[in-house]
């Protein structure tokens, strides 16, 4: 089947997601703009996930739980894991190399914490747009030992991204994805990987329209993480 997908989206958890990307807003607005599967990946924090994938039950959206990692390069990496105990595991691991600066809201905005019926449960503190002190290689293995997906975001863009920081993508580095913000880099990877565009959302308006689709056999989180690790 072809599986329209947006596998970046961030919640008002991320400082500069907007106050409006509660768990229902985003699943009503992927529902509407015909979307099969969303990713939940905020800056260093997998706290709204649940709440996203809650907020879905009952309805045909497939919700997958994942992070935007920025690793000690700055280098902004998705990650996806279907057991959500693994993506709360790393999300330790992350927290633990953070470092300690709080949050201005008046700056950045709120981190918000939510459950699945957007009753704000909470506010993260640590401001989660930064750096953590693990290396792309680290945060590579760890991932992929763990059975997770790392994919490079937004890979062609002048900053934050593996080839903007790296020059290239590091051999070492055996990745099976890439997700490029402008359509007309995929061709440059298409050989390699499989090219993924996602809107990396902040606004509910961000989200993407079904333009863009991986074809697997079920729709199911099994199948679309194995299609983004098939070499
Ligand atoms: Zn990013
Ligand atoms: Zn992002």
Redesign the pocket.
């Known amino acids: 089947m072809k599986l329209y997908y947006d596998f ?1 989206i ?1 919640t008002c958890l ?1 400082p500069c997601g907007d106050d409006d990307m509660t768990p229902n807003n985003i699943v009503n607005m992927s529902l509407l703009k015909g979307l099969d599967a969303i990713a939940i ?1 905020d ?1 260093n924090h997998a706290g709204n996930v649940l709440s996203c994938m809650e907020a879905a039950k009952g309805t045909d959206l497939l919700v997958i739980g994942g992070m ?1 990692v920025e690793t000690s390069e700055e280098i ?1 990496m998705i990650v996806l894991f279907e057991d959500l105990q693994k993506l709360y595991k790393l999300e330790k691991f992350i927290h633990s190399n953070l470092p300690p600066i709080k949050n201005k809201i008046d700056i950045f905005g709120e981190q918000i914490l939510m459950d699945s019926d957007d009753n704000v449960v909470g506010k993260e503190e640590r401001f989660l747009v930064t750096a953590c002190s693990i290396d792309i290689f680290t945060l590579y293995d760890y991932v992929t030992r763990e059975g997770g997906v790392i994919f490079p ?2 890979a062609d863009k002048k900053s934050y991204s593996i080839i903007s920081n790296l020059g290239s993508v590091p051999p070492e580095l055996k990745l099976s994805a890439i997700e490029v913000k402008y359509p007309e880099s995929a061709r440059e990877y298409r050989d390699k990987y499989c090219v993924l565009t996602n809107s ?1 959302a ?1 606004y509910l308006w961000d989200i993407s329209e079904p333009l863009h689709y991986i074809d697997i056999k079920n729709k199911t989180v099994f199948d679309v993480l194995a299609k983004l690790q098939q070499k």
Do not use: K
Request: proline content about 0%; overall charge negative.
């Open positions: 970046h961030h991320s990946t800056h935007e902004h975001a937004h990396d902040h």
